[in-house]
């Protein structure tokens, strides 16, 4: 099983701040990773796949880069809608494997 | 627009079974494989099971495998998810997604208690 851990644990940023968050493989996915964000009551929803390709409506201030076994996410200026868990996935290999999630928190 | 209704989660005693179903509409469902990710109260997300667009393969998370069974009906545009012998470990929002490889549309889900 590919193990997904993603950092930090929580991340406390201000608004109007850049974000960057991490997920590391435990073997190599090539470029199959996705980031998905969830919201407190939500479904969760996709942002990246392909490690790098915004899902439809995703704002551009996502962007996902990455490949192998290092992956990041960037949110290049925070909004107050972007306060929320971040989950990297991986679906290389079976089992699809999530990592235990990002926090973005307000700083 | 993609809409994936899921239904059947409520409480069961342990040992006992649910039939989960999603209703899928918006989308040519045959041509997807779907999938069943569920979320613990206060955790993270977890995949269960995957079915292929013609149900000619099915995949299984360890913990569930042998109690769990995936399956679809392409004529009524549905996903199902048979669970027997189920355990207090297995109380979670359960969640149908369409899978295009990755997870870009989700239902509600489905909140399935399993408690004596």
């Known amino acids: 099983e590919i193990v997904m851990t993603q950092s930090p644990a929580p991340l406390s940023v201000s608004p109007g701040e850049r974000a960057t968050l991490s997920c590391r493989a435990s073997?190599?996915?090539?470029?199959?990773l996705a980031w998905y964000q969830q919201k407190p009551g939500q479904a969760p929803r996709l942002l990246i796949y392909?490690?790098?390709t915004r899902a439809t409506g995703i704002p551009a201030r996502f962007s996902g880069s990455g490949s192998g076994t290092e992956f990041t996410l960037t949110i290049s200026s925070l909004q107050s809608e972007d306060f929320a868990l971040y989950y990297c996935?991986?679906?290389?290999?079976?089992?699809?494997?999530f990592g235990g999630g990002t926090k973005v928190e307000i700083k | 627009e993609v809409q994936l209704l899921e239904s059947g989660g409520g409480l069961v005693q342990p040992g006992g079974s649910l039939r989960l179903s999603c209703a899928a509409s918006?989308?040519?469902?045959?041509?997807?494989?779907m999938t069943w990710v569920r979320q613990a109260p206060g955790k993270g997300l977890e995949w269960v099971s995957t079915i292929s667009s013609s149900s000619g393969a099915t995949y299984y998370a360890d913990s569930v495998e042998g109690r769990f069974t995936i399956s679809r009906d392409n004529s009524k545009n549905t996903l199902y998810l048979q669970m027997n012998s189920l355990r207090a470990e297995d109380t979670a929002i359960y969640y149908c997604?369409?899978?295009?490889?990755?997870?870009?549309?989700w239902g509600q889900g489905t909140l399935v208690t399993v408690s004596s």
């Open positions: 392909g490690s790098s």
């Open positions: 996935q991986q679906y290389n290999n079976w089992p699809l494997t």
């Open positions: 997604t369409k899978r295009s490889p990755a997870f870009d549309s």
């Open positions: 918006g989308f040519t469902f045959t041509s997807y494989a």
């Open positions: 073997q190599s996915v090539g470029s199959n």
